[in-house]
């Protein structure tokens, strides 16, 4: 297969200097050779990438979902460029700037109630290590040092790190490490694709609580916490869910005292159609990270909130060693606050989530059709996106072997037309930042939708 499409002098030197040197994340590197062409960009507008050559493609997956507002967008840009005259970075132990602080009060003052504490890190794993480390030390600190042991959901994803990577349970990432790995308990997803004739997805939450409570019954003096991706887990497949199993869940930990932790790092920041997915269950977490959009998805930053109880109980003279030790060298970074600071203005002065609205039913509109191709099923949306699977057989939900490769025929055949999409496996996905258009929304779907008939024509 050429990778020829994608060619030209500039992006293939450049390609061939990266292949060189560089190791990339998420990738089998052999790919390259043939499969998978390496595209150099150079300069970023709205939606739209562009590489060496000056083709163009539409980000239709926000850059791993961080990107909220487009690239080079000016203002977010203009709150780097202010603050990097002002002060860059600084040591975040005994000092502090005004970006953190305003963020930190602005991000208390829009985070479900009871949130008022936010620990600093530079990534969503390392915000799930801090919500996973502080839940243990509360209930240590709390005098309760049995409570060792967290629940997660069949299908989770919470990140790469030895410790995310334990409470998460998508096997591709998790079974090579597993002798690595903390043993954690896991209970149903309450994925509303699994739905039973006759079952809605808020059925489907009721019936995966069963289990979940049971676990947390029976577990209870040994669990520290349950941990969630709130309404989508957006890497186990973009898995969808009723809110209703968030409530259910809240009431459960409450009952049997173990934490709830939310991971809102995907989906917070507007993309499931509430500025947190939680709110559409009416619930606060005890501990919540957020990261991915945080930023607008210009600079590395994540926080997990706490409430008061948790600060709390590591609040005490130095000499009862209480404290939260945890700390990363760039944690608190001034530049980074600055341009989340600037994204939750953006989030303050606009109407973001209501604009979000009309995107959302517009790209359903345009997704609709979709569900008539023979190796098409399971569309679904929550807000900003929409995900569908690839199946060789729709009247059995047969699927595609994975090495058959499916959604890589799907990336390259958009890519050649100047779409971004990529498929995780068979499960096609759009996760577009808000600043597109419903014009723009019209091509991406319609390219994804060539791109697919190509990829299951035989
Ligand atoms: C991306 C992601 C993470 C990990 O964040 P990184 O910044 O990639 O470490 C954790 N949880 C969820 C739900 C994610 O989507």
Redesign the pocket.
């Known amino acids: 297969m050429s990778l020829l499409p994608f060619g030209g002098p500039l992006n293939e030197a450049l390609a061939t200097r990266d292949l060189a040197h560089v190791w990339h994340p998420c990738t089998q590197m052999k790919d390259h050779e043939r499969d998978m062409p390496m595209i150099p960009l150079r300069r970023g507008d709205g939606v739209w990438l562009e590489d060496l050559e000056g083709r163009r493609y539409l980000d239709a997956i926000s850059s791993?979902?961080?990107n909220l507002f487009g690239h080079a967008n000016p203002r977010l840009g203009g709150a780097i460029k202010a603050q990097l005259d002002e002060l860059e970075h600084v040591i975040f132990a005994g000092f502090t700037h005004e970006p953190a602080v305003q963020l930190a009060e602005e991000l208390v003052r829009v985070a479900p109630p009871g949130l008022t504490r936010c620990f600093f890190a530079d990534?969503?794993?390392?915000?799930?290590e801090v919500a996973v480390k502080m839940s243990f030390h509360y209930w240590r600190n709390r005098g309760q040092a049995r409570k060792t042991r967290f629940v997660t959901l069949a299908n989770?994803?919470?990140?790469?790190?030895l410790g995310?990577l334990a409470v998460?349970n998508v096997a591709l990432y998790k079974d090579i490490y597993a002798p690595l790995l903390m043993d954690v308990l896991t209970a149903p997803s309450p994925d509303a694709s699994a739905a039973e004739p006759g079952e809605s997805a808020a059925d489907v939450a009721r019936r995966q609580m069963i289990p979940m409570r049971a676990l947390l019954a029976r577990h209870a003096e040994e669990i520290a916490g349950v941990i969630v991706?709130p309404l989508v887990?957006?890497?186990g497949d973009m898995r969808m869910y009723h809110p209703a199993y968030l409530r259910l869940l809240r009431e459960a930990c409450d009952e049997f005292g173990v934490h709830l932790i939310a991971?809102?790092?995907?989906?917070g920041f507007g993309r499931t159609g509430t500025l947190f997915a939680c709110e559409q269950a009416g619930i606060s977490p005890d501990l919540m990270?957020v990261?991915?959009g945080l930023t607008g998805g210009y600079l590395?930053l994540?926080i997990t909130l706490a409430g008061e109880e948790i600060y709390d109980a590591f609040y005490d003279e130095y000499a009862k060693l209480r404290a939260f030790l945890h700390s990363h060298s760039y944690t608190g970074n001034a530049l980074a606050c600055a341009v989340a600071r600037e994204t939750l203005r953006i989030f303050a002065e606009e109407p973001v989530i209501e604009r979000n609205r009309g995107l959302a039913a517009h790209l359903a509109r345009a997704a609709a059709p979709l569900a008539d191709h023979p190796h098409v099923a399971g569309i679904r949306q929550t807000g900003m996106i929409l995900a569908l699977d690839m199946v060789k057989d729709r009247a059995t939900g047969e699927t595609y072997d994975f090495r058959e490769r499916r959604g890589l025929r799907v990336y390259r055949h958009a890519l050649e037309r100047g779409i971004l999409i990529r498929p995780i496996g068979n499960v096609v996905y759009f996760m577009p930042p808000y600043v597109i258009s419903p014009d723009e929304i019209d091509l991406m779907v319609r390219v994804a939708g060539e791109a697919i008939e190509a990829a299951t024509c035989d």
């Not at 990534?123 to 799930?128: D, E, T, V």
């Open positions: 791993w979902w961080v990534n969503g794993s390392a915000a799930i989770s994803y919470h990140g790469e790190t995310a998460g991706e887990q957006c890497a991971d809102e790092i995907a989906v990270c990261s991915k590395p994540s």
